[in-house]
């Protein structure tokens, strides 16, 4: 009996049982007692099948694996990052992830399966491959994707992440708002919500009457957000606050009066549903006035412009809190930085809000941004860790070395640093996230004396950083 | 590097560990940071060297008494007396960091008591735990520091009782095996009678009572064969596990016929035949041995394989590959055992690592287990390529085959290639080479390897069990893949 023999009639008796007897004619001829024939017909045919040499399967899948210009991070970085990203917090991952997206380097492709989480949070900062490894697991009709934001252009736009494809839409819009309207009307149908959310909220930018109709025919968008804001849009362009269903809303909600012995001044305050719990004031506040602009409200308080609703609100923090927002949305920064002086803690209130979309575009905007509302000397959040994890995400970067140098020598910040008092790991890594690289050896030296569970995050991220900063 | 001689022990005047190999043994980042405060001789007393290979120190932790620490330059083995379960501890570390960076002076002196009753400890085998190797070693013992052994005196008439009583025990245990291998061949009937397609669904429980009777019978290496069996089985992809279960059982009858025959094998498969049932020879023994295969040469860490066995010891293996093409095993496995609770987790080399050495083989008729017997450059950390000869998939294969020919129970067998290449087929990964060999890879794999499909080929070494392939190491065009 030979091997081809063995393996196709011996293994399927040994498969579904001897005991029938269907092998007793090859064991004779093998001598002996059956039993002993029996074992040696099993070894023969077990080294059989070890002899037999894999199978090529049928056919492979082709890999696409994408052209990634980016240069690799260099090699003496691999370890420490890998190190660094092992339990650190989202924000020293995304401070990784803006340092790597700003000298245009990517991780070493044999890296990404050890940095699966990071790589899949943060592709669309990562570059190319990083993007193809974070979609690799997605069904193949799902629409993907490879493109760096520099590489893209009117063709390629659709097929980069959602954020990526908006800031590509809003400087668009700066250029030439139409071409970038014609652009978002031939996909519009195509979009999914949170994309279309994230999309209209480009027409903030170069509004005009040109867009009128493309609104008037999105305006009954299944999305409330998109909805909204094309509401928004539409009242803008009418200039009649009563086609603003959001303003209609507010203006309810604030009483107005006059005040003053010699010259009558109009007072402004806000008043809350009785519903509304005070740690719920901020998110509502958010939410009621995300869609109204300040020139609207301006003109619906009869006012002459956007000052003066900030003078006729000075007394009352919950309506200066959502002109902030407002001023922030539409980069008024100047009119921003009067309105911190009134309430220095407009940032705090910002962050426990949960609003996210501040929609600052670059950094210099963020910068700017940074310097009108905060306040380090006059206030820091006294429950630290979500507020300063809220700025990071807001910056994408470290904060303006002189805001950041105030932030240090705060009181609030040298009495965590107190024995009593230690900060834990999450705000040593929020902070060394937020510090620009000029002060980093200022804080290095404060986190010194702090224990190695709490500073070894922190000070790995601020060596990484250096040593990102120094790659050609 | 400068040498001198003491009596009949060469010593080597010992390059400290490197920095980046104290950072590729640290357990975790937190250790390293914790060690780099220790790295100041405030805190220390005692630093000591003895100028061949060990370093040693006291380090008063928060204990009542300083916490001893000894490290070994040779092969950065390690010991402290600080109850932390990280190792090496930051202490082990932090000695080694001191002596890395050479700003604090060690005193030279000859080891003290504590000190040379470690390294006594680690050259006699009474190891971490002092638990006996259940292959024939004992347990840490791939220690590199070897030396020569200690001669007692011994009363001549106490020594021939004591050899009777030996050979006595040896005959009982000859007796308990081969009465165990016949239950273990009916066992193995009674399995082909009811038929091995439903064996692997039901081998953890028809594997336990066999497996107990063959401990009882003293064939222990059979036992923790069979007792990894339904591992082995559950690990294949299901519709491979019943062929799997025929020639797992089939080697297992071969095994049993070739013990009862071993008086016709050659010496080297008498003795792969009679480790496999589970006799041990120690490694004293074989250091000594005149006539065991000693191999010197630049070894490369290949692989190091960290592996749970069921008796809650953890194996741990490092594969080595010979630099060198003169003749002799290319490839070699040191293997250690330490205990599952309170012993490190992984091997102190790292893959990539050079080191130079004489390894002596356990006889076999296909060698791969080795022991150091001399180290003459300590491992250190290497970036260069290795320099893997220039074989295809095929001609690995074939190199596999005639060593099964050899040796019909063969498991891992080590295979190095060239020109290969990573294919996918649905979820599963396939090492293929143009000449059309192509080796499925482990599922476990999938993830870590995925990166490597993007390359168009690759060199490397890696374990294959007749099933699935372990790649374990591949040199790219962008750079060294390791396995993790």
Redesign the interface.
Known sequence: MNAAELKTRVVPVLMSGARRGLLDTELESLGGDRDHALLNVLSLAGQALRFTRPAQPAEYAVETWPHDERPILPQTLRAPILRLLERCTEDTARALALALETRRLRPHPFDLPRMDGFVKKHADRLGVTAQYWAQRETSPQAPRGYFDAVDLNAETWTEAAPRIRAKFLREMRKRDAESARLLLEKTWNAEDADSRAQLIAAFQTGLSAGDKDFLEKIRKDRAPRVKAAVQRFLAALSGSAADNPALAACMERIERSKSGLLKKRQTLKLELPATVKDHEAARWIQEQFADVTLAELACACELNDSQGLVDGARKDDNLLFALAMMATRERRFELLETIADEIPDAWGKMSDSNWEDSSLDDSAERARWAQAILRPKEWLPSQPFPAWSWLHRQMEGPLPTNVMREVLASKVWTAQLEEENKPGTELVQVFCALCPPELRNHLRSQLEPLTADRNDKGLMLLEILDSLEKTA | MPRRRTGRVRIWLMAPISLEKI?AIAP???SL??A??LVKPSGWSGISSNGAGLIWGECQGSGSSPYRVVASEVDAGYKCTCPSRKFPCKHSLALMWMRSEGKIAFAAGQAPEWVQEWTRRRRTGAGVAGKDDPEGGAVGKNAAVAAAPVVEEMDPKAEARAAAARERSRREREEAILGGLDDL??W??DQ??????GFAANAGKLCRAIAQRLVDAKASGLASRIDGLPARLYALPEQAR??AA??????L??LA?AYRRQGILSSELHADVRREVGWTQSRESLLTEENALAVSGSWRVTATVSEVQPDRLRRLKTWLWREDVAKGPQVAVLIDFVPLAGGPTRSSYQPGDKLGATLVFYPSARPLRALIKEVTTPAQVCGVDLRLPDKTLIAA?DEY?DA?AAV?WLSAWPITFCGASL????E?L?L?SSD?????LAASQS??A?????LERFDGFGLWD?YLFRLCFAQTA??R?VA?
């Open positions: 950072e975790d980042q937190a940071v914790a780099r405060k061949d009916q193995i009937a082909i009678d009811n038929g091995l397609a019943s062929t025929i020639e797992q059982l089939g080697q009858h071969l016929e294969m085959e099964l019909p294919r996918r087929n649905g599963n396939f293929s059309g060999a192509v080796l499925p993830g870590a995925a990166p490597l499909l993007a007749g962008l750079g893949w993790e």
